[in-house]
């Protein structure tokens, strides 16, 4: 996978979990933010070369809950169907160009227009 931006992974991540930046940056433990947060860090790992202290310090974390939350991830999407096909629909999404990245909500206020 190549280079991705941070931006754009968690833009993606938090479309797909039904979330925002700010509410993954809470301490909030419910299941769906760690898990979307670990979705974050794992995919900042594999196509960034931003230093897991810095993902960590982006999101109020130290680099060792970092490291937990990427091996975590690791392991539920060894084990998870459901995870599997949500790595893949992000994944699919990154792999696209910058300018082929589409914001729903931004489409469909043009289409609104229209």
């Known amino acids: 996978m190549h280079d991705a931006n941070i931006n ?10 039904d979330t925002d930046y700010e509410t993954l940056n809470t301490k909030n433990r419910a299941h ?8 974050v860090f794992y995919f900042t790992k594999k196509t960034t070369k931003i230093p897991l202290a810095l993902v960590g310090k982006i999101f109020n ?19 998870d169907k459901h995870i599997r ?3 893949n629909r992000i994944a699919s999404t990154l792999m696209r160009p ?9 489409l469909m206020e043009i289409y609104n227009k229209l």
């Open 98 to 106: 910058d300018d082929a990245f589409v914001d729903y909500d931004e």
């Open 32 to 39: 769906e933010f760690v898990l979307a947060r670990q979705t």
């Open 8 to 17: 754009k992974i968690i833009k993606t991540v938090c479309k797909l979990f």
């Open 85 to 87: 096909e949500t790595h």
């Open 61 to 79: 974390r130290n680099h060792a809950t970092v490291i937990h939350g990427i091996r975590t991830y690791e392991n539920l999407l060894a084990t």
